[in-house]
């Protein structure tokens, strides 16, 4: 099983702030993904990456941004917060086994933007 | 891109009864997985099944890619069930996409 770590958990933070979601997995995974999602909502993908130096955007308009600058870490960097970010955001990853390929979860950050 | 539909948008089941959850999406994909969200927002993986049948339990899952749809069974349901079920596909583009979800609720 993958392992995936987010931090914060939780974090409430006023307009205009610079802020970093902080996303680490300790499998080596090659493809990473952040994913926004309300409660109980489907999850939207905003960000996903192939490995090291590989980023894309996703499906859903952001003003977020994205690093990988080694396999282990995915940053996620809202530059300026409104309150339109308010959501949960999900981090993942996935990996060719041989046999199947699953994507892992961490547990989330949820943020709120006064 | 790739679209994704599950149906139904909600169900509400008493203990013990079977369902069955659909998805169904627009291309061919290179891989689609289920995942349960359960109340307190953690996602589990379920199955990973791009064609086939897998089962695990009482849940059991088929997908006839040639058709464009996946099917979950979830056989003697318990209140443990409850949570939203979501489909995610993975596309050509490497790009996974997730469904609306379909949120179950068992009733004791």
């Known amino acids: 099983e993958a392992d995936i770590y987010q931090t914060p958990r939780y974090l409430v933070i006023g307009t205009g702030k610079k802020i970093t979601l902080e996303c680490s997995q300790t499998?080596?995974?090659?493809?990473m993904y952040w994913y926004q999602q309300d409660p109980g909502m489907e999850l939207h993908l905003i960000h996903y990456?192939?490995?090291?130096?590989?980023?894309e955007k996703g499906d859903l308009s952001s003003e977020s941004t994205v690093s990988r600058i080694r396999t282990e870490h995915f940053p996620l960097t809202l530059e300026s917060a409104r309150p339109s970010h308010t959501s949960q955001y999900l981090c993942?990853?996935?990996?060719?086994?041989?046999?199947?390929?699953?994507?892992?979860f961490g547990s989330g950050t949820q943020l709120s933007v006064l | 891109g790739i679209q994704v539909e599950q149906s139904p948008p909600d169900l509400i089941l008493q203990e013990g009864a079977n369902s069955t959850l659909r998805c169904n999406f627009s291309?061919?994909?290179?891989?689609l997985q289920w995942f349960h969200q359960n109340p307190w927002g953690q996602l589990i993986n379920l199955f990973y099944?791009?064609?086939g049948t897998k089962q695990n339990g009482r849940l059991s899952a088929t997908t006839v890619a040639t058709e464009r749809y996946s099917l979950l069974y979830i056989s003697s349901s318990q209140t443990t069930d409850s949570g939203v079920y979501f489909c995610?596909?993975?596309?050509?583009?490497?790009?996974?996409?997730f469904g609306k979800g379909t949120r179950l609720h068992i009733l004791p």
């Open positions: 993942a990853s996935s990996a060719w086994t041989g046999r199947h390929e699953k994507l892992f």
């Open positions: 291309d061919s994909v290179n891989n």
């Open positions: 099944i791009p064609s």
């Open positions: 499998m080596g995974h090659d493809k």
């Open positions: 990456s192939y490995g090291v130096n590989s980023t």
């Open positions: 995610a596909v993975e596309g050509r583009d490497d790009k996974i996409i």
